[in-house]
């Protein structure tokens, strides 16, 4: 193994945010100042404008990404007897998030050339008890909502949509989160392309019943102080994160774009090697490159190797949730979902980010090639 002589790291949210420090410095300061901390103009703002942003009419903050999946799905009634079909290769919070409302995850299988939910895959699913269908934009690549739409809709089923990854990713020309009669999550966690500096999260949909019960929902059941309609929670996006948010949204197409150049780059550079599957977007597609995932047989070696070579990357993800410890009592074995658990086995996300110059993205490249000959 090689000792680097540089480091090209996974994802630096130092530098992106270096980029903007007097902005956000007059954020806080603007919110130190305000004396409100919570559900503000700053959380009223920042949800009209992520909703423009969405080209949709109402965006609820909450305080996670699970939360917002989980209260999407309270939000539409859906609790213990009801089914909900998840992808069976996605970060284990789509799952977790049913879970939570008492329903039962029923996992389909990905179409192995997108790791998108496969729509033949999720009509087997569906059964009499199944209440609604999960789709998640997975590594920023919007999954067929055109397909999925028309299957919940000839299924009378509810559809809500885990954008964690794809804050700005595009299909056929229209924005993630823009259907009006999807419910759409997203989680502001730091990672993501559009994050706080700490936990948060957002739903965005057309349908205004659903919005005035996660308004309800997020803040303990009440609209007024100390009357409570209903069992609530409290899952709330704070004054500053919004603040904080704001400003990032600003940059969220300048960032996004720079991540696409990065991802035009690496297809290019990494087209034909031997063994190494590269991503492909899905015709009319225009991903956010959340990540930059591709697949080798030989992973684990691939990743050593470049780790050698300074490059990090990480896998995303290792294990599926049907053989993840937290559900071992749903009784799923491995061979259940073979394309998930060959996805699992296969896959290696680059380093991608805005923070990537072109001389780190040459380095990678180099670094690959170097790594996948032997
Ligand atoms: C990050 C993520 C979540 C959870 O968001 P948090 O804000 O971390 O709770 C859910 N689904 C997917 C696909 C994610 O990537």
């Known amino acids: 193994m090689t000792i680097a002589d540089r480091t090209v790291p996974f994802l630096d949210l130092h530098a992106a945010h270096q980029e903007i420090t007097e902005e956000l410095d007059a954020a806080w300061r603007r919110v130190l100042r305000s004396g409100r901390y919570l559900l503000g103009s700053e959380t009223e703002n920042f949800e009209r404008e992520f909703a423009d942003y969405c080209g949709n009419r109402e965006c609820v903050t909450v305080g996670s990404g699970l939360s917002a999946l989980e209260l999407a799905l309270r939000a539409l009634g859906i609790g213990a007897g009801d089914e909900v079909v998840v992808p069976a290769h996605t970060f284990i919070a789509t799952w977790l998030a049913v879970s939570a409302t008492g329903a039962r995850p029923v996992p389909a299988e990905p179409e192995d050339r997108t790791c998108n939910l496969d729509p033949a895959a999720v009509t087997a ?161 225009d991903p956010s490159w959340h990540l930059f995932t591709v697949r080798s047989r030989n992973r684990d070696a691939l990743g050593a190797a470049l780790a050698g070579h300074g490059v990090q990357t990480q896998v995303h993800y290792p294990v599926p949730p049907h053989l993840s410890e937290a559900y071992a009592a749903a009784g799923w074995t491995t061979g259940d979902f073979p394309v998930t658990e060959r996805i699992s086995r296969e896959v290696l996300s680059l380093p991608m980010g805005p923070h990537l110059i072109r001389s780190d993205v040459d380095y990678v490249l180099d670094s690959v090639y170097r790594s996948t000959q032997r």
């Open 125 to 285: 699913a569906i059964g009499p008890r199944t209440a609604a269908i999960l789709p998640v934009h997975l590594y920023g690549h919007p999954a067929d909502m055109a397909e999925l739409g028309s299957i919940a809709r000839s299924n009378g089923l509810a559809l809500v949509v885990d954008a964690a990854q794809a804050h700005g990713a595009r299909r056929a020309g229209r924005t993630a989160g823009s259907e009006s009669r999807a419910v759409t999550t997203f989680s502001f966690y730091p990672g993501k392309n559009l994050g706080a500096l700490g936990d948060g999260g957002a739903v965005v949909t057309g349908d205004s019943d659903v919005a005035r019960r996660l308004r309800l929902l997020r803040n303990y059941g009440s609209k007024e102080k100390y009357r409570h309609q209903i069992a609530g929670h409290n899952s709330r996006l704070d004054e500053l994160q919004a603040a904080i948010l704001r400003v990032k949204l600003s940059r969220l197409d300048d960032w996004n774009n720079r991540r696409r150049q990065v991802a035009q780059r690496y297809l290019a550079g990494l087209a034909g090697i031997p063994g190494l599957t590269l991503p492909v977007p899905a015709a009319q597609t």
